[in-house]
């Protein structure tokens, strides 16, 4: 499906859970001035899609309908399904969004010019992403996570890619089930690859999603990709990713401290068991205060904070450790690159 543009051609590809948000992505898209992209490659990535769920999100595309093709990738998660939506598009150029992001008004101009001033060895360009956040109060945890997405390196939440430096590379590693890491392993292996990346100038909003008082615990399952990272990159993937290195090794230190301290309270060495529960206790504690602080301070909030740090070095420990061992035979990518 080829439709001429002017300037660069350029398809683009949304890997979709089929949310509430996928509506408002395409309605936006639809409104952007500029050429129109060849075509708009939507995946479904759910295990079960159920037929006519896309009808309602589909119907705002006007005009670019027709350029439309919807897929499915069967529930392996974002990585599969920008490979499965990749190997549809004929363009030179494959811009990826995220379906819960809104492009600006001018965004296909903005990226065509951004396309066209990439040199022969830029294999890709990054879109500037804003997290708008509610004013008269202090974000609340989720909502600063969330913000940190306008200060990353290479997401796909608006991230357009050479098609040819994608296929040079392999694509996404479909090891990672997640939205998380996916992206930066990809940009790495293209860097390695011998191209760049640079920053364009189109904008797209990412708004905060509704998200419920176990948000942050379900994204510790994003240690293990940090651990098949460290198998793929080495242990200085984190410089190389510009990623910030979070908070693991407290992580491991206070779950260490926890399981310390009951072990030696059945063993019937109270002293020893009070100075690991002392150190625990400090440590969790130190790590609520740093989430509470820069947030609301509401009640509901601190609630929220004080709980999940409790179980997050836990679940984080767990998640990093499981990860080392389903990963533990990884090559370095450069050994099986293409």
Same mark, same amino acid.
Request: net charge positive.
């Given at each position: 499906m080829s439709h001429p543009t002017a300037g660069p051609r350029y398809a683009v590809v949304i890997?979709?859970?089929?949310? =509430?948000?996928?509506? =408002?992505? %395409?309605?936006?898209?639809?409104?952007?001035?500029? /050429?129109?992209? =060849?075509?708009?490659?939507?995946?479904?990535? !759910? /295990?079960?899609?159920?037929?006519?769920?896309?009808?309602?999100? %589909?119907s705002v595309l006007g005009d670019l309908r027709a350029r439309t093709t919807v897929l499915t990738s069967g529930g392996r998660g974002p990585a599969a399904a920008r490979n499965t939506g990749l190997r549809a598009v004929a363009a030179p150029w494959a811009a990826f969004l995220d379906d819960d992001v809104q492009v600006g008004p001018h965004w296909c101009d903005q990226l065509v010019r951004d396309l066209a001033g990439a040199g022969p060895d830029t294999g890709a360009v990054q879109g500037v992403i804003t997290v708008p956040l509610p004013g008269g109060r202090r974000p609340t945890d989720f909502e600063r996570n969330t913000a940190a997405l306008a200060r990353a390196r290479w997401i796909t939440a608006d991230m357009a890619y050479r098609t040819e430096a994608l296929k040079q590379v392999g694509g996404f590693d479909e090891r990672f089930r997640r939205a998380f890491r996916e992206d930066a392993d990809l940009a790495l292996r293209v860097l390695d690859a011998g191209w760049r990346i640079r920053r364009g100038r189109r904008t797209t909003r990412h708004p905060v999603r509704p998200a419920d008082r176990w948000a942050s615990l379900r994204a510790? !399952? @994003?240690n293990a990709d940090d651990a098949l990272m460290l198998r793929l990159h080495g242990p200085d993937w984190w410089h190389k990713a510009v990623a910030p290195r979070g908070r693991i090794r407290s992580h491991l230190a206070l779950t260490a401290a926890g399981v310390a301290a009951c072990a030696l309270a059945a063993a019937g060495r109270p !002293?020893?068991?009070? %100075?690991?529960?002392? @150190?625990?206790?400090?440590?969790?504690?130190?790590?609520?205060?740093?989430?509470?602080?820069?947030?609301?301070?509401?009640?509901d909030e601190v609630t929220t904070m004080i709980v999940t740090s409790v179980l997050i070095p836990p679940a984080a420990t767990w998640h990093r450790l499981s990860g080392l061992w389903r990963h533990? @035979?990884? /090559?370095?990518w450069r050994e099986v690159a293409p």
């Amino acid at each position: 499906m080829s439709h001429p543009t002017a300037g660069p051609r350029y398809a683009v590809v949304i890997p979709t859970l089929a949310r =509430d948000t996928l509506a =408002d992505c %395409l309605a936006a898209l639809a409104a952007a001035r500029g /050429p129109r992209p =060849d075509e708009i490659v939507l995946v479904d990535d !759910r /295990p079960d899609p159920e037929p006519g769920a896309l009808d309602h999100a %589909l119907s705002v595309l006007g005009d670019l309908r027709a350029r439309t093709t919807v897929l499915t990738s069967g529930g392996r998660g974002p990585a599969a399904a920008r490979n499965t939506g990749l190997r549809a598009v004929a363009a030179p150029w494959a811009a990826f969004l995220d379906d819960d992001v809104q492009v600006g008004p001018h965004w296909c101009d903005q990226l065509v010019r951004d396309l066209a001033g990439a040199g022969p060895d830029t294999g890709a360009v990054q879109g500037v992403i804003t997290v708008p956040l509610p004013g008269g109060r202090r974000p609340t945890d989720f909502e600063r996570n969330t913000a940190a997405l306008a200060r990353a390196r290479w997401i796909t939440a608006d991230m357009a890619y050479r098609t040819e430096a994608l296929k040079q590379v392999g694509g996404f590693d479909e090891r990672f089930r997640r939205a998380f890491r996916e992206d930066a392993d990809l940009a790495l292996r293209v860097l390695d690859a011998g191209w760049r990346i640079r920053r364009g100038r189109r904008t797209t909003r990412h708004p905060v999603r509704p998200a419920d008082r176990w948000a942050s615990l379900r994204a510790q !399952r @994003g240690n293990a990709d940090d651990a098949l990272m460290l198998r793929l990159h080495g242990p200085d993937w984190w410089h190389k990713a510009v990623a910030p290195r979070g908070r693991i090794r407290s992580h491991l230190a206070l779950t260490a401290a926890g399981v310390a301290a009951c072990a030696l309270a059945a063993a019937g060495r109270p !002293r020893a068991a009070s %100075l690991a529960a002392l @150190g625990w206790a400090a440590g969790t504690a130190e790590f609520a205060w740093a989430r509470i602080a820069p947030g609301p301070r509401t009640r509901d909030e601190v609630t929220t904070m004080i709980v999940t740090s409790v179980l997050i070095p836990p679940a984080a420990t767990w998640h990093r450790l499981s990860g080392l061992w389903r990963h533990r @035979g990884a /090559p370095a990518w450069r050994e099986v690159a293409p």
